[in-house]
């Protein structure tokens, strides 16, 4: 019994001891989680207005375009150009450069706050080329056919209200009225020969006359017919019900009633429409009497709204054709369908003409089958109108040529321009040349780059780390009670730290400076936005302190200055669990390093465990995370 004490004792202490031991291991992981989690640090917010050049600044025309070019040797005091190590400064003798600027009549801006220092590029279409192919076009199967939203809806029953237009045909309910000098009523239908018996006159002709005309048709037979001066009110009460056969490849076949005037396509919806799998949009018949009376093509109404006016009659059959070859069509179309093409060997122009490329499509891939084997060509457009496609065909538009330019967008401290077209291989330090700025407000040093592409990059990587957490978290074991309950309290903690890290929306923030305050020259991409901060005399502090907010800059101040001035530390503040973030969003671990303007403190939650194995994933997740956030210097 002593023994097994013992042990169990040993167990004891061996908990205790990991949990001494490695509490401050996840206590500093939860800490760099917590940092990630956090808001990015306040930068230049709300300054992004650019006011007008100065007046008297020299004018370059650029295509057409008059601009004013910004210089150093401008009237203005307050205007200069970012000045780089090892870059040649913007002036009137400075040789043209890659940087165009966005012209404020392209960007729909005020020309005003638009205008800014312009130069012409010189490099031609560098950059440009035939872009990697893209995969084929998704599955057919995956694809609507041309024409199937017509019967996506339930067709409402018939609409029995009389058109002007209709022309009037046996079984027809007509209500005619005379009143005046005689008077008579009947509701009649219109018998086998087109006329109504109306008491006191004999028979009125109406078949063949529009719904329109039908009263004046009347009052003229009528007033012949009687001295007295007499009226007539004629309207036509209901067209008559029919019965049609509808069959084929349609959902379900059968008879259905409607009214004369309904259209092929109101009975095909009653049918439940062409089966997409199986019928042809194409090949519709009516079929009278035995014989085929009218051909209809779905594809001449849903383009052209014609083919639908064929008048039905009692016992007519809508014979619905099968499906002849299909083309899928993807890519930069503004049709994304399946299309039927009757001919079995139809050219591409066919498909060119339904999908209606985009005008940035210049190329396209063909992708099926030939003789059984796997099939594929990528050719021009031109060359897309004579090549025969065949069924199963998938035809993906792309563009076969990149853009020689890019268009970066400008936020923060600035004077202008907003935006800039430049070539596709300008590198940052090129483009900062031709940023006019005011020393006094910008914070050049701290300069960064937001990149659309990296946001959704990290967020993938976050995402795939927290699921790896979360199930060593689920799967974690324990050896003694006591540890089993220190885990689940931990595991409550982690928890609510991996929700909330799930709700991280990456901004894709492109750091260029290292921590010796240097500048990496990074290939520039279209989308970017350089961000330039606005110079600050405040440090804020964050995180686990009494009293969050901006404290002003000292030289002298320490941490624990800063963390004073703000109140001091919560219960879950602690002295080591201290972060600097630059306003350039550059991560500082060093307790050592010093404190800048602009600089946030950021205190983390201290949080204790003793579970090593969540205490690796963790550990692991926070590095993932850290890598996700893309430095230049790295690249």
Request: with cysteine; glycine share 8%.
């Amino acid at each position: 019994m002593a023994k097994h004490s013992a042990a169990d004792q040993w167990r004891r202490d061996w908990g205790a001891s990991m949990t001494f031991r490695l509490k401050h291991k996840l206590g500093l992981a939860l800490c760099l989680l917590a940092v990630l989690l956090l808001p990015a640090p306040v930068l230049a917010q709300n300054v992004f207005a650019s006011p007008a050049p100065p007046t008297g600044a020299p004018s370059l025309s650029l295509n057409g375009l008059s601009q004013t070019e910004g210089q150093n040797t401008s009237t203005s005091n307050s205007k200069t150009f970012i000045p780089l190590p090892g870059s040649t400064p913007a002036s009137a003798s400075t040789p043209p450069s890659l940087v165009t600027p966005q012209s404020a009549a392209a960007a729909g801006q005020n020309p005003q706050a638009a205008s800014g220092p312009v130069t012409t590029p010189v490099l031609g279409n560098a950059g440009s080329g035939a872009s990697t192919v893209t995969a084929a076009a998704s599955a057919t199967t995956t694809l609507m056919p041309f024409g199937a939203s017509l019967f996506t809806t339930t067709t409402p029953p018939s609409n029995m209200a009389p058109n002007p237009d209709y022309v009037i045909q046996p079984g027809d309910s007509v209500s005619i009225e005379i009143y005046g000098g005689e008077t008579s009523q009947v509701n009649a239908t219109v018998d086998s020969a087109g006329n109504v018996f109306l008491p006191g006159f004999g028979p009125v002709k109406v078949g063949g006359v529009t719904a329109g005309n039908l009263q004046s048709t009347v009052q003229n037979q009528v007033a012949n017919a009687f001295t007295a001066n007499v009226k007539v009110y004629a309207v036509l009460e209901n067209e008559s019900a029919i019965s049609v056969f509808v069959t084929g490849p349609v959902k379900a076949p059968g008879q259905y009633l409607g009214s004369s005037t309904d259209s092929v396509i109101d009975f095909l919806s009653r049918a439940g429409g062409v089966d997409p799998a199986r019928g042809s949009y194409r090949d519709i018949r009516v079929i009278r009497n035995g014989s085929v009376v009218q051909h209809i093509d779905l594809y001449d109404f849903l383009i052209s709204g014609q083919g639908m006016s064929f008048p039905l009659r009692m016992g007519d059959t809508i014979l619905v054709g099968s499906q002849e070859p299909m083309v899928a069509a993807g890519g930069s179309v503004r049709n994304n369908y399946l299309f039927e093409l009757p001919d079995p060997a139809a050219a591409g122009s066919s498909i060119i003409t339904l999908a209606q490329p985009l005008p940035s499509a210049t190329n396209a891939l063909i992708a099926g089958t030939r003789n059984g084997q796997p099939f594929s060509q990528y050719v021009t457009l031109n060359q897309l109108a004579q090549t025969p496609l065949y069924d199963q065909d998938q035809v993906t538009f792309v563009a076969g040529e990149t853009a020689p330019t890019i268009t970066v967008q400008v936020q923060g401290s600035f004077l202008a321009p907003t935006a800039l077209v430049v070539s596709r291989d300008t590198m940052l330090k090129q483009v900062l040349n031709y940023i006019s700025v005011n020393p006094a407000d910008a914070d050049v040093k701290s300069i960064y780059i937001i990149r659309p592409g990296l946001a959704q990059q990290q967020y993938q990587s976050i995402q795939a780390a927290l699921d790896r957490l979360q199930k060593a978290l689920f799967y974690a074991t324990s050896i003694t009670t006591s540890e089993a309950q220190i885990r689940a309290s931990e595991a409550t903690q982690i928890q609510t730290y991996i929700n909330d890290a799930r709700t991280i929306q990456p901004d894709g923030i492109l750091v260029v400076d290292d921590v010796n305050n240097v500048m990496t020259d990074v290939r520039l991409e279209d989308g970017d936005t350089i961000v330039i901060p606005e110079s600050s005399d405040t440090v804020m502090v964050a995180g686990e302190v009494q009293q969050p907010g901006a404290i002003p800059f000292n030289p002298q101040a320490t941490r624990i200055n800063y963390i004073d001035q703000a109140g001091g530390f919560t219960e879950r503040g602690k002295p080591g669990n201290i972060i600097l973030r630059r306003a350039s969003g550059l991560l500082v671990l060093d307790p050592n390093a010093p404190i800048m303007p602009g600089d946030e403190i950021i205190v983390m939650p201290f949080v204790e465990s003793g579970a090593f194995e969540i205490t690796q994933d963790l550990v692991g997740l926070i590095y993932q995370m850290a890598a996700a956030t893309y430095y230049a210097g790295k690249l």
